[in-house]
């Protein structure tokens, strides 16, 4: 339960899409829900970290999921604070203030009662991510505070916050004046290299198209949200040699197979003419065919990429995919605090 001497925040200026969002729920596909939580796991696990709370899992892995946050997307919110705490900004190119003097991003900052947070415009990326000490009361849904914004389950009233929307914090001490440096940070490129495992139909595809995939420069358009990214780039073909039940059983189209599960990261190719990489509130099921799917450490990067902005995809094997993760996950050990691990979610 939480404390009687509740800490506040109001929110005076909401942005355009900000929600509360912890690292999700995985392993509900199978009644229709899928993930939610950050499209930047990353940078919200580093938040948490930064002000000492539980950062929570890397995306669809069990766990502890982990304090809350909020998430918002293009500008930040502006927020007062009835209560001292600790916060951390990270994500997207940001120039927070507060009382109008400039803070730092990515470190553990005291903040007053009383204060006025204005996070402002994201310069590079896209999205950011505001950690507090204790973490975001709200009601758990299936074992997660994460915002499921398509549907509106879970995280403050199932929505994005509005303009003097009230959030209650679980009352602990946070960590002050711990840093993290750029280095450690997810990565803001104009251009974006997406390592892929390919898969689970590219062999749908004939060789060419497969080279095309791998070599091309895909750009991001506007029609993107947090049900999947779309791509646009060279038409990719198929084979000719598909299995004639998936023309009874799926569709004539030859992009067109039997439904089967959707992973986040997934890359859908409807008749070839597009790319749908799939986002945190992808569907469960679908039935194009998915030429590759994006590793887990490189979804916080596509969590970041602006519409306009373009990608290419690196195959790798599933081994070197594994230790990519390793990697990204050694980057986060670095920086728990000593006593982090004994702490718990309420």
């Not at 003097?101 to 553990?108: F, I, K, L, N």
Request: glycine fraction near 12%; include cysteine; proline fraction near 8%.
């Amino acid at each position: 339960m939480a404390s009687n001497n509740r800490k506040t925040v109001t929110v005076v200026r909401a942005g355009p899409q900000t929600a509360v969002q912890d690292t999700g729920r995985p392993g509900y596909l199978m009644q229709g829900i899928p993930q939610a939580g950050p499209q930047d796991s990353f940078s919200l696990r580093l938040a948490n970290l930064l002000v000492g709370n539980l950062p929570g899992p890397p995306p669809l892995s069990c766990g502890d999921v982990g304090d809350a946050g909020l998430e918002f997307i293009m500008i930040g919110p502006t927020l007062e604070f009835a209560s001292d705490t600790v916060i951390a900004i990270t994500g997207g190119e940001t120039e927070p203030k507060i009382d109008g003097t400039a803070v730092p991003v990515r470190e553990g900052l005291a903040v007053k009662a009383g204060s006025r947070l204005e996070v402002g415009p994201v310069k590079r990326g896209l999205r950011g991510y505001i950690a507090f000490a204790g973490g975001i009361d709200v009601p758990l849904f299936l074992g997660s505070r994460a915002t499921q914004l398509g549907i509106g389950l879970g995280g403050f009233e199932g929505r994005p916050l509005r303009d003097g929307d009230t959030l209650q914090l679980f009352d602990q001490d946070g960590v002050v004046g711990q840093q993290a440096p750029e280095e450690v940070a997810t990565r803001l490129p104009a251009e974006a290299i997406l390592h892929v495992v390919m898969g689970p139909q590219d062999a749908m595809f004939d060789d060419a198209s497969k080279a095309a995939f791998l070599e091309a420069d895909w750009k991001l358009q506007p029609v993107s949200n947090r049900m999947g990214f779309r791509f646009s780039g060279p038409q990719l073909t198929f084979t000719d040699d598909r299995p004639s039940y998936f023309d009874r059983d799926g569709g004539a189209n030859p992009s067109n197979i039997v439904d089967d599960i959707i992973p986040f990261g997934g890359i859908q190719c409807p008749s070839g003419a597009e790319l749908i990489l799939m986002g945190v509130e992808h569907p469960t099921a679908g039935g194009y065919a998915k030429i590759a799917t994006v590793i887990s450490p490189d979804l916080s990067i596509v969590g970041q990429l602006r519409p306009g902005s373009t990608a290419r995809f690196h195959a790798v094997s599933v081994e070197e995919a594994i230790a990519r993760n390793a990697e990204v996950e050694a980057r986060l050990d670095a920086l728990v605090p000593a006593d982090t691990a004994s702490r718990r979610a309420v």
